[in-house]
């Protein structure tokens, strides 16, 4: 699998604010999937994109697969405590390997 | 539900010594995974097994680092002469046939 570039590295916010991590690979991805890792926690799946222009939905967060396949995005609506933590992306090769980057730490202040 | 279950969850060792963390996939899971995960980072990939044969070893970081998945099922990672920038998370991951992987608690390793 080819790593993915995640930005931004960090973002604190004020609950209630909106909240978005971008991805961005240099080719063009057969898949990517999103994980979340609460602090001391172990990541957790939270959806996977195959296909291009894809967008799902989970209640307040919204995950989108670009046109190219090149990029996607997570964005969650009205941010509450309980969503802090790290984001990743994650490609996954056709070998099933995932590789992972630093993802984004999310703060929220009450 | 039973998930993903490793032990120890915690263990210090001397440098030096042998440390062999074990893994509890889910039941029926054919994919099992292994993951280093230092402080601030994203998991590495370690290596991969598809029921006990091993696809995958490319991301062990050196002939000190041995797995193996004898009957399909339960997992063990074995670090020998442990060294201090072998302190790190290891994570175990399991899967059907999807991409989707299901993670473990980790087992925190710390070298002394």
């Known amino acids: 699998g080819q790593q993915v570039m995640q930005i931004p590295q960090y973002q604190h916010v004020q609950e209630g604010e909106d909240f978005t991590t971008y991805c961005n690979s240099s080719?063009?991805?057969?898949?990517i999937q999103w994980y979340k890792q609460r602090p001391g926690g172990h990541p957790v799946f939270l959806i996977q994109l195959v296909k291009s222009g894809e967008v799902k939905k989970q209640k307040r967060l919204t995950f989108q697969f670009g046109e190219a396949k090149k990029n996607s995005s997570l964005h969650i609506t009205a941010t509450q405590t309980t969503d802090v933590g790290t984001y990743f992306c994650v490609n996954a090769g056709n070998n099933r390997k995932l590789i992972w980057g630093l993802g984004t730490s999310l703060a929220v202040n009450p | 539900g039973a998930g993903v279950s490793q032990s120890p969850r915690y263990k210090v060792a001397k440098r030096g010594q042998d440390v062999a963390l074990r893994c509890d996939p889910i039941s029926g899971h054919v994919s099992l995974f292994w993951y280093q995960q230092a402080l601030g980072q994203g998991p590495e990939f370690l290596t991969y097994?598809?029921?006990?044969?091993?696809?995958?070893k490319s991301g062990l970081p050196s002939d000190r680092f041995f797995a193996e998945r004898p009957e399909g099922s339960v997992s063990t990672l074995k670090i020998q002469r442990t060294q201090q920038e072998d302190s790190a998370v290891y994570l175990c991951?399991?899967?059907?046939?999807?991409?989707?992987?299901?993670f473990g608690p980790g087992t925190r390793l710390t070298v002394t």
């Open positions: 991951a399991s899967s059907l046939y999807t991409y989707e992987q299901y």
């Open positions: 097994f598809q029921n006990e044969a091993q696809l995958d």
């Open positions: 080719t063009t991805l057969s898949n």
